[in-house]
Every structure is written in structure tokens, then in C-alpha cells.
């Protein structure tokens, strides 16, 4: 049996105050008043030391998915991690690398991403640079990576679904512009990325040429342009899926809550939380429609 529990219809950040670990502080109010920005408002800093509240099951379970939605938006509404929108066309030719086995797992198949709008973001970390590349049509990904130790040098990865992680990668040589520097843009046509494959770990008899061809046109964007539609498309890793509905993109997500009365008792209980913000105010977003699974707590 659940016990639902009605939350906030509406919430803001800035209500929330310190419960947050981290916090939205992209846009100023002055540009968030110019017909560029796709959110309104400036949201406080809480105290990034403070705690998440464990006084009560709904408090932890609010603090937690607040805390969720925060780490989500906030790293591209702060202009933390450089952004870019444009477009992004892709094939490979992955299918060498073994076809789908019998046993119903994955494999491998050629993949392609066919010319549309996509989403970019940029991380450097010390010598490396990585571009991941998102198509918001077909709901798939690229990396690519450039290292100052090898200049002009780009490898990139094959194509993947946005919700798995790792895959093979090529090399090719001049073929896609420095990123490291935050250039303006990141245009280039016909990048043909390869690598040999030895699919016998025992020899090399079985060597196979993987190729990776992508063509990009990449424009930075200020963080005040971004749409939630990107942002769930480069966070669908986070296991958390969230689906347009009216004026709102919500989701999902479940969690242990903890309630913890300064060492006079303890408890933890499964939970469900709906989280969700305005499709056209990113700085409006919250929690609601908390589920708990019934317990035997203390009072």
C-alpha cells in the first residue's frame, strides 16, 4: 500500500532557500527581460553547505527531488558548461564491430542521425576538451574529444543512444576546428573519424576499420536561450525521463527518504515524487504528488 501525499502546486527556488545544495543563478532580471531568454528571474543562492532537510520523511523526499532538479538545470541556466544549438548529421558504420547476438542483447548495427536541430555542450578538463553532440530528433548522441597533446587531432565516438554511455571511437586529423577556447562556432562538413578494430583479442586476424562520418554547424548560445527540451536531451543519462504535458515538462523520481531526529530516531522509506517546471520560465520549477510507501516509523 502507498500513502500519497499532496505537495506544493507551485514552487519556486528562490521559496526553497537553503535546502538546496546548489542553486540557479543564470540570468539577471534585466536579461532575462529581453526577447532572448526562454526563463524569467533571478533565483537565490542558498547556502551551498546547508544540509538537506532530514526532520521529517516529506521534507527529505522534497529536499531530494528539488536538490535533483537543481543539479539538472543549473550547470547550463548558470553558464556553467558551455552550450551550442545548430544542427548535427551523422552516420557509422558500427555493424563491423559484431551484429546483435542471439541472446537479445544490443549488439551492433550501423547507425545514422539524419540532418537536424541538435544540441551541443562543451567540458574541458584539464588537457582534454569534450564536445557531446545530442540530436533532439532522434534522441541520440556523439563525443567528440581533443587533446592539447595532440594538436588538430579529433576522436570521435559512434553513435549512441542518449541514455547509454561508452561505445568505440576513430581518429582523423584537421578534420573538425579547436573547441577548447569556446570558439563562436563549431562548423565542419564530411569529418571521417576511423580506427582498426581487433575483434579477436588473441591476434590480429580479425582486424575491422570502423568509420565515423558527422558534419556539424554549432553555434555558442548564451544560457538565457536554452529550452528544457535540451536540457532533458543532455541529462537523459540521469535515468529521470521527462515528457511534455501542458505547460510543464514532468518526471519522475524515486528515492529513500530519511528521517533522522538528532540520534533519537531514524528511518528510511521508499519514495516517488513527480518534479516538474514551466516549459517557457526554467526558473519555475518544483515538486509535488509525494508517494510514500507505508512504513512502521516512530512517530
Same mark, same amino acid.
Given at each position: 500500500?502507498?500513502?500519497?501525499?499532496?505537495?506544493?502546486?507551485?514552487?519556486?527556488?528562490?521559496?526553497?532557500?537553503?535546502?538546496?545544495?546548489?542553486?540557479?543563478?543564470?540570468?539577471?532580471?534585466?536579461?532575462?527581460?529581453?526577447?532572448?531568454?526562454?526563463?524569467?528571474?533571478?533565483?537565490?543562492?542558498? +547556502?551551498?553547505? /546547508?544540509?538537506? +532537510?532530514?526532520?521529517?520523511?516529506?521534507?527529505?523526499?522534497?529536499?531530494?527531488?528539488?536538490? %535533483? =532538479?537543481?543539479?539538472?538545470?543549473?550547470?547550463?541556466?548558470?553558464?556553467?558548461? #558551455?552550450?551550442?544549438?545548430?544542427?548535427?548529421?551523422?552516420?557509422?558504420?558500427?555493424? *563491423?564491430?559484431?551484429?546483435?547476438?542471439?541472446?537479445?542483447?544490443?549488439?551492433?548495427?550501423?547507425?545514422?542521425?539524419?540532418?537536424?536541430?541538435?544540441?551541443?555542450?562543451?567540458?574541458?578538463?584539464?588537457?582534454? /576538451?569534450?564536445?557531446?553532440?545530442?540530436?533532439?530528433?532522434?534522441?541520440?548522441?556523439?563525443?567528440?574529444?581533443?587533446?592539447?597533446?595532440?594538436? &588538430?587531432?579529433?576522436?570521435?565516438?559512434?553513435?549512441?543512444?542518449?541514455?547509454?554511455?561508452?561505445?568505440?571511437?576513430?581518429?582523423?586529423? &584537421?578534420?573538425?576546428?579547436?573547441?577548447?577556447?569556446?570558439?563562436?562556432?563549431?562548423?565542419?562538413?564530411?569529418?571521417?573519424?576511423?580506427?582498426?578494430?581487433?575483434?579477436?583479442?588473441?591476434?590480429?586476424? +580479425?582486424?575491422?576499420?570502423?568509420?565515423?562520418?558527422?558534419?556539424?554547424? =554549432?553555434? =555558442?548560445? #548564451?544560457?538565457?536561450?536554452?529550452?528544457?527540451?535540451?536540457?532533458?536531451?543532455?541529462?537523459?543519462?540521469?535515468?529521470?525521463? %521527462?515528457?511534455?504535458?501542458?505547460?510543464?515538462?514532468?518526471?519522475?523520481?524515486? &528515492?529513500?527518504?530519511?528521517?533522522?531526529?538528532?540520534? *533519537?530516531?531514524?528511518? +528510511?522509506?521508499?519514495?516517488?515524487?513527480?518534479?516538474?517546471?514551466?516549459?517557457?520560465?526554467?526558473? /519555475?520549477?518544483?515538486?509535488?504528488?509525494?508517494?510514500?510507501?507505508?512504513?512502521?516509523? #516512530?512517530?
Amino acid at each position: 500500500m502507498r500513502v500519497p501525499r499532496s505537495l506544493w502546486t507551485r514552487w519556486s527556488c528562490e521559496a526553497f532557500g537553503a535546502l538546496l545544495v546548489g542553486s540557479l543563478a543564470g540570468c539577471d532580471r534585466a536579461s532575462a527581460s529581453t526577447s532572448a531568454c526562454s526563463f524569467e528571474g533571478t533565483v537565490a543562492q542558498p +547556502d551551498a553547505s /546547508a544540509p538537506l +532537510d532530514t526532520s521529517s520523511l516529506e521534507a527529505n523526499a522534497e529536499a531530494q527531488g528539488l536538490a %535533483f =532538479l537543481d543539479g539538472v538545470l543549473a550547470p547550463y541556466v548558470r553558464g556553467e558548461v #558551455p552550450l551550442y544549438q545548430g544542427t548535427l548529421t551523422a552516420h557509422d558504420n558500427q555493424g *563491423v564491430l559484431g551484429a546483435p547476438p542471439t541472446n537479445g542483447s544490443p549488439g551492433y548495427m550501423n547507425q545514422s542521425i539524419p540532418e537536424g536541430p541538435a544540441v551541443a555542450a562543451l567540458s574541458v578538463v584539464g588537457k582534454t /576538451a569534450t564536445l557531446t553532440v545530442h540530436s533532439l530528433s532522434q534522441h541520440e548522441y556523439m563525443v567528440l574529444e581533443q587533446d592539447e597533446s595532440q594538436p &588538430g587531432v579529433t576522436s570521435i565516438g559512434i553513435i549512441l543512444s542518449d541514455t547509454v554511455g561508452g561505445g568505440n571511437s576513430g581518429t582523423c586529423s &584537421g578534420c573538425v576546428p579547436a573547441f577548447r577556447d569556446k570558439p563562436a562556432t563549431i562548423d565542419f562538413a564530411g569529418a571521417n573519424a576511423t580506427s582498426a578494430v581487433n575483434l579477436d583479442v588473441f591476434g590480429d586476424a +580479425d582486424n575491422v576499420t570502423l568509420h565515423t562520418y558527422a558534419a556539424a554547424n =554549432l553555434e =555558442l548560445t #548564451p544560457p538565457c536561450s536554452i529550452t528544457f527540451e535540451e536540457v532533458a536531451e543532455l541529462s537523459a543519462d540521469t535515468g529521470v525521463t %521527462f515528457v511534455p504535458t501542458g505547460s510543464e515538462w514532468v518526471g519522475e523520481l524515486s &528515492g529513500v527518504a530519511v528521517r533522522d531526529t538528532l540520534g *533519537v530516531s531514524y528511518c +528510511d522509506v521508499p519514495f516517488t515524487i513527480e518534479l516538474y517546471v514551466s516549459a517557457s520560465n526554467l526558473a /519555475a520549477y518544483g515538486v509535488r504528488n509525494l508517494e510514500l510507501t507505508e512504513n512502521a516509523c #516512530p512517530p
